[in-house]
């Protein structure tokens, strides 16, 4: 602890210097491999984990898309690191009570913190937490995200692509490319109806719901 608290200072971020090559080899070898995981868990999965547990407020695709966008523009030039939204943070947040944008603004208030005053000793500070309370953090979450399966169980072969899917992600080389394109397209050659069973929403919920989400001053959302 002592060591930590020499570390403490106000500290402001530098302005990062984007130049071709480092736009190129992040391009390359980092946004490009990551667009599938990207689309999936922080778009795609995060759009429906949202319509699950807050049906009255439905998310477009569309705003996720922007803002995910907006932020990685702009994080670079403090001298950030890439950041997303994520379905597993979603279900975790949800899972331990948050009902409101107020725990993220907490959670948010917790990075600043860090990072305008504990700069320097942030790598020790992050050691303190004991890697099981992250373990049953991740449990927890996890749980949480597994939980959604329920609403398939009604359905053995919507439950089992599903499952095809996640283990696709798990075990197959580039699983989650793999997992995203072999799940839609058997999905709507068989008719599984995985898209529209969301918890706790009757179809026609589903339905006008996704009829929300595609408002004529947005096309194609």
């Known amino acids: 602890m002592s060591e930590i608290s020499g570390r403490i200072a106000f500290t402001v971020p530098a302005p990062g210097r984007l130049t071709i090559d480092a736009f190129l080899a992040g391009a390359v070898l980092l946004a490009l491999p990551q667009l599938p995981l990207s689309l999936g868990n922080s778009v795609l999965a995060t ?3 949202a319509a699950d547990l807050f049906p009255e407020r439905p998310v477009r695709i569309r705003d996720l898309g922007l803002s995910y966008a907006a932020m990685n523009l702009l994080a670079p030039l403090a001298g950030g690191v890439p950041v997303c939204h994520g379905s597993g ?3 975790g947040h949800h899972a331990f009570g948050a009902r409101t944008a107020g725990s993220l603004l907490i959670y948010g208030a917790f990075y600043l913190m860090l990072g305008l005053g504990f700069a320097a ?6 050691t303190l937490i004991p890697l099981p309370a992250l373990g049953v953090l991740l449990l927890a979450e996890g749980y949480a995200l597994g939980s959604f399966t ?14 095809g899917v996640a283990a696709c992600a798990v075990l197959v080389p580039y699983g989650y490319v793999v997992g995203i394109v072999a799940g839609t397209v058997i ?10 069973r969301v918890s706790g929403v009757g179809a026609s919920d589903v339905s006008n719901a996704r009829g929300t989400d595609r408002r004529p001053a947005d096309p194609g959302t």
């Not at 999905?187 to 529209?196: N, P």
Request: hydrophobic share 45%.
């Open 47 to 49: 759009r429906q984990v």
């Open 150 to 163: 329920r609403d398939l169980i009604p359905s053995p072969p919507a439950l089992l692509l599903a499952f």
């Open 121 to 126: 000793g942030t790598d020790r500070l992050l």
């Open 89 to 91: 943070g979603m279900a």
């Open 187 to 196: 999905a709507r050659a068989t008719d599984t109806g995985v898209g529209c």
